[in-house]
């Protein structure tokens, strides 16, 4: 994907910075590109918006669902240099119907709004490891995308089984265990990406966005990183996303040259 203007293609890679909201995009992106960054990432919306409910009187005017207020701001220009992120708090999968309802809602205006930007990547991450609704309506989504790829925000390493580090003990109860009704590991990153494509029948413009930690898991389970479309990987340590990042420190480099991209 050509993020970025560089004429440098080659072997070279691309380096991002994840930002907080700004409705102003392009003076954001223009702080991140005089910092030797090729482009950012950054919310759609405003963390704080939420999908606007029905008039509260019949024929009394209808809120619209974007304003310059709570949503990103871009020129066409910028298209190529912006990732959108999606709402970290849509949850469709909630036993809160009220929140499942919105979540539903919320999660296809804002795949219809990056669209309408003509952005070409936006990364979504799922809250819970059985998001069967949230997959049911990203695969729907997806049949109507030309372009623009969706990258899926999986953690290395996930953060239950990270905490329980140094306590061999309670990090085997943890590997082994599956997830309710199903075979699948419920602590294995590996196996909620497989679930979340096989949900989406393994479309084309799914791709991963692989969060990197202090953690690394067992050399065989990278391993299987290297078989499937990594479209980026994220640092949070650093603060930095792309496609590509070099990230000190020799565990998490040894990490990135094994699923290289």
């Known amino acids: 994907m050509p993020l970025g203007k560089r004429t440098d293609y080659g072997d070279s890679r691309y380096a991002g910075v994840e930002v907080d909201f700004c409705a102003d995009v392009p003076s954001s992106l223009q702080v991140a590109l005089n910092g030797n960054f090729d482009f950012i990432l950054t919310p759609l919306v405003h963390p704080d918006r939420r999908p606007p409910g029905p008039p509260e009187k019949p024929g009394a005017p209808i809120t619209p669902a974007f304003t310059p207020e709570n949503s990103m701001n871009l020129p066409t220009e910028y298209g190529t240099q912006v990732v959108g992120k999606v709402s970290d708090w849509i949850d469709p999968d909630s036993d809160d119907p009220i929140l499942s309802k919105q979540s539903e809602t919320a999660l296809k205006q804002e795949i219809g709004y990056a669209t309408h930007l003509s952005i070409q990547a936006i ?99 990278l391993q299987r990183w290297k078989a499937h479309a990594v479209y980026s990987l994220l640092s949070t340590r650093q603060a930095r996303t792309g496609s590509l990042i070099s990230p000190r420190g020799t565990r998490q480099a040894h990490a990135v040259a094994t699923v290289s991209l």
Do not use: F
Not at 130 to 142: F, G, M, S, T, V
Not at 145 to 164: G, S
Not at 193 to 199: E, G, H, L, P, V
């Open 123 to 221: 990364q979504i991450a799922p809250k819970r490891l059985n998001a069967a609704n949230y997959a049911r309506i990203l695969n729907q989504a997806l049949q109507g995308l030309q372009n623009m790829q969706v990258w899926v925000r999986i953690p290395l390493v996930a953060p239950t089984l990270a905490a329980a580090e140094g306590n061999p003990e309670e990090e085997e109860k943890l590997l082994q265990e599956t997830q309710p009704g199903s075979s699948r590991l419920a602590y294995d990153p590996w196996e909620w990406w497989d679930q979340i494509r096989t949900m989406c029948e393994h479309h084309t413009l799914l791709g991963v966005c692989l969060e990197l930690g202090p953690s690394l898991p067992h050399h065989t389970h």
